[in-house]
Every structure is written in structure tokens, then in C-alpha cells.
């Protein structure tokens, strides 16, 4: 186990925030495709797109140079800055924090990155779910991504590591209890001296049972399925693609 002294954090500071986007961009790679394909109609009516979590905007640009006028959305400063940089053709980039700040108005609502289990506890998960279903407006589109009980299905106090010539990361990886995933992450930047710098955070995720959660959408007008991906991307085991609708 990695002795470390991680301050917790629910929002990814300035280093992880930066580390993220250079070397962590293929989720929203891999997932682009489906969910642009479910965005279709969206975008044939110039529909509005809500993006929530969008951290340094990675998903943004997909679906601004798809042509989907976007409101890109985040509760760390960190990652609205980049996505300020990255991605200024948004329509609106702006801090939202899930789940009690009010949603804008949308036809569609997109998260990726699994951003509703970064939320303290089931309680906030569902009432995060039942604030973008209340976003929508009739016909609206919903194509998020949220951490199965599979999820935490892994070997207790996994080590992952990966650098680059100008970052690094570490992370010690453990399950406390089958509904928690915890991940203690150093980042390692470079300074303007030449010397490198090291950042530590903790972040815990929620995980649910998805399986509820169409009943749960359904009571508040949204048919909805869980899968395994968006399209045809392959997702981690207990990563599970959320779908629905507003009903019109």
C-alpha cells in the first residue's frame, strides 16, 4: 500500500486538472461517437446541449466540431479554466456543482468521465439524476456514463502509473466497502527551474446499482436503458452507459 498524505478533494485542482487533459483524453474519444450518433436529432433542430462535468472540455470539442452549440458545465475552477482555452466556441462555459445548483433549460444532457459518482453518496447520485432529467426539455436526449457495484469488483490497493515526457501520474487504487472506489493520485509537473513538482488528492467514487436507475428516470418522464457502452465503444466492466428520453 502507497503511504501517502492526499488532501481530499471532491474538485480536480490545477495539477490533476492538467495531467487529465494531456494524457487522459480517450474516454471521451472512444465515447464521442455513440453519443454524437444519439445526438442527431439535437442537432438537426439547433438544439441546445448540456454538458455536465465537462472538466477541460475533451467531449466539448467532439461536439462543437460536430456543430452542437454547447453549454459546457463543471464544478472545478481548474478544469473551466482549460476548458476555457481548449474549447471557446461553447456556447456557455460555466460552474455548475451537482446535485443542488439549477440546471439550464437543454435538449440534450451529456456527461462523460463519470461524473455523478464523484457525488458524496447514493443519495446525491440520484438526486443529480433526477436534476438532469428535469433539465430536459420534451423530446430531450440524456447519454451519461456512472459506476456500476461491478465497478469496485477489483483487487484491493491496485497500483496504476503513467507518465509522459512532460507529467506523470500515480494512483493506489482500493475498494473500502462494496459501494465506495477510492483513488489516492499523486501528479508530478515539471517547474520553470527544471525541477519537478508533486500534488497529491484523494477522490472517491460512488457506486450504485444501475439497474434501478430507469425506474427511477421513468418516475420523472424520461424512458430510459442502461448499457454497456454509448455505440460500439468498449467501456470498463461496471461502467455503464445511461440512455433515455424525455417523453414528448
Not at 459506476?147 to 469496485?152: K, M, V
Not at 527544471?194 to 430507469?214: A, K, M, Q
Amino acid at each position: 500500500m502507497w503511504h501517502h498524505a492526499a488532501v481530499s478533494d471532491p474538485y480536480y485542482r490545477a495539477d490533476l486538472a492538467r495531467v487529465h487533459h494531456l494524457g487522459f483524453r480517450f474516454h471521451a474519444d472512444r465515447c464521442a461517437s455513440g453519443i454524437l450518433q444519439l445526438l442527431e436529432p439535437v442537432l438537426a433542430r439547433r438544439g441546445v446541449v448540456l454538458e455536465l462535468g465537462c472538466g477541460s472540455g475533451l467531449l466539448t470539442r467532439h461536439l462543437v466540431d460536430a456543430g452542437h452549440r454547447v453549454v459546457a458545465t463543471d464544478a472545478s475552477p481548474a478544469m473551466l479554466e482549460l476548458a476555457a482555452g481548449y474549447v471557446p466556441e461553447a456556447a456557455e462555459i460555466r460552474r455548475i456543482t451537482l446535485p443542488d445548483d439549477p440546471l439550464p433549460e437543454a435538449d440534450a444532457v451529456v456527461s462523460v468521465g463519470h461524473v455523478l459518482s464523484y457525488l458524496p453518496d447514493e443519495a446525491a447520485v440520484e438526486r443529480g439524476l433526477v436534476a438532469a432529467a428535469g433539465a430536459l426539455r420534451p423530446g430531450g436526449v440524456l447519454a451519461i456514463d456512472l459506476c456500476d457495484l461491478e465497478y469496485g469488483r477489483r483487487e484491493p490497493g491496485s497500483m496504476l502509473g503513467r507518465m509522459s515526457d512532460d507529467w506523470a501520474i500515480v494512483l493506489d487504487i482500493s475498494v473500502p466497502a462494496s459501494d465506495r472506489l477510492v483513488r489516492a493520485v499523486a501528479t508530478f509537473l515539471p517547474n520553470d527551474d527544471g525541477s519537478w513538482r508533486r500534488d497529491d488528492e484523494v477522490h472517491e467514487n460512488v457506486l450504485i446499482d444501475t439497474s434501478r436507475v430507469p425506474g427511477l428516470l421513468a418516475d420523472h418522464g424520461l424512458t430510459a436503458e442502461v448499457a454497456a457502452s454509448f455505440g460500439q465503444e468498449t467501456l470498463p466492466d461496471g461502467l455503464m452507459a445511461v440512455v433515455g428520453q424525455r417523453v414528448s
